[in-house]
């Protein structure tokens, strides 16, 4: 046994939350509001069909309709807290999402639903990027990229507990009990916005009328970056979807073996995020290490493809090493890719940027099901030999892509400032 202050030592160095000040505040925040995340996605299924009454094909329909329209919400959000305090913006969208959440326990039909998840889905889409713009102002040029790598080690601990919460609900599969999840999850949005409300604001800097959030849509080099790290994002539809399907279809390895998979992927996303961000603060070390990324997401996809050929054990083996490189991949491209988004962006349009990017990654999030099913679940081993192939190229594309943005990044800034010092008429 150690010490009092050993014990308080050990526990710090593992937990996910930084010391006191405004980023754990906003940890504290995020931890409410993806325990209610977690809740609900666990429990979401099961209310909206035993409850409400819908079919499983009614909900997977306005799921994906709702999504698809939530994305349009990203860069108009994002560019709005750029004009605005990001703080006030974010827990007022908070409270709105509490009053949405709350909705489902008024859906009666189809039609209502899709009317309030589509409500939902544009809140969370715009939330996403206000949050970005939220964590660089707490988080400051330098600290951004940790604020960010500590904000979801958080974010991921709070999704595991709110689904072990969650079980209960689960066993005892009551209409009550499904409704206290859609409640708890309302309750964590206003612990959420109450949390935000601590922090100071960050009132815009005052910027010329020429500076437009709109333009981030129309700077290509930027648009080229966030695009290939959208594309290397569809790792996590592997993660989520096809990986526990590929297990039961074409591996000798028992059903269990999923849930010990994401239980790995959860643990090490808590423990390493914020480890693995300290290497990818800025443009240019960012998409090297975005390239290792890609390369490594590759090695994870080709061990996860070897699984069909091997006898039990060695299935059961190749799968957990694989989704341990698989992590170590995730959580470079993550830290990586929010590098990119905040330091190719316009210093005065970063809401709206991190809109784009979230938008980008979400258009690939929604095509990605239906590809990655019919490529691997379909097509076999060779689907993850493909779907490797890609990473891996896209991961080697970051580099040049990153150096041509950063190229007209300079050139856009000594156009801004030789138009600041050029005489005004009086």
Do not use: C, K
Request: glycine residues 10%; hydrophobic residues 55%.
């Amino acid at each position: 046994m150690g010490t009092t202050a050993e014990v308080r030592g050990r526990w710090r160095s593992l937990s996910p939350l930084p010391p006191p000040g405004r980023l754990r505040t906003l940890s504290l925040a995020t931890l409410a509001n993806t325990v209610g995340t977690g809740l609900w996605v666990t429990g979401a299924a099961l209310f909206l069909t035993r409850t409400v009454g819908l079919t499983p094909t009614e909900v997977g329909l306005g799921l994906t309709l709702a999504g698809l329209v939530g994305l349009t919400a990203s860069v108009p959000l994002g560019g709005l807290a750029d004009r605005r305090d990001p703080r006030s913006l974010r827990a007022v969208l908070q409270l709105a999402q509490a009053v949405v959440a709350a909705a489902y326990l008024l859906v009666g039909s189809f039609p209502a639903f899709l009317l309030v998840a589509t409500l939902d889905a544009l809140l969370i889409s715009g939330n996403l990027a206000v949050r970005a713009a939220l964590v660089a102002a707490v988080g400051g040029p330098e600290g951004r990229v940790h604020a960010f790598a500590t904000l979801r080690a958080v974010a991921n601990l709070g999704v595991a507990l709110g689904a072990g919460l969650a079980a209960f609900a689960l066993v005892a599969d009551t209409g009550w009990a499904y409704r206290l999840l859609v409640l708890g999850n309302v309750a964590t949005y206003l612990v959420s916005a109450a949390l935000i409300m601590r922090l100071p604001a960050y009132p815009p800097a005052r910027r010329p009328l020429r500076q437009r959030a709109g333009r981030a849509l129309r700077d290509g080099p930027f648009l080229a970056v966030a695009g290939a790290s959208a594309v290397l994002s569809v790792h996590q539809v592997a993660l989520t979807l096809v990986l526990p399907l590929w297990v039961v279809a074409h591996t000798d390895a028992p059903p269990v073996t999923v849930s010990a998979l994401l239980l790995i992927n959860t643990l090490l996303t808590v423990l390493l995020a914020v480890r693995l961000s300290g290497s990818a603060r800025h443009a240019a070390p960012a998409a090297a290490t975005m390239r290792r990324a890609g390369l490594v997401l590759a090695a994870g996809m080709l061990l996860w493809a070897a699984t069909a050929v091997v006898p039990t054990a060695a299935a059961v083996g190749l799968l957990l090493a694989a989704t341990v490189i698989y992590t170590l991949g995730d959580l470079w491209h993550a830290g990586a890719g929010a590098a990119l988004a905040y330091d190719l962006a316009a210093p005065d349009a970063l809401g709206a940027y991190q809109g784009v990017d979230g938008l980008l990654a979400g258009l690939v999030r929604a095509a990605g099901p239906a590809l990655l099913t019919w490529l691997i679940i379909d097509g076999g081993p060779v689907g993850w030999v493909a779907l490797a192939g890609l990473l891996a190229l896209t991961g080697l594309a970051v580099p040049p892509l990153t150096r041509r943005a950063l190229a007209n990044h300079a050139e856009r800034a000594d156009r801004s400032d030789r138009a600041d010092r050029s005489p005004h008429p009086g």
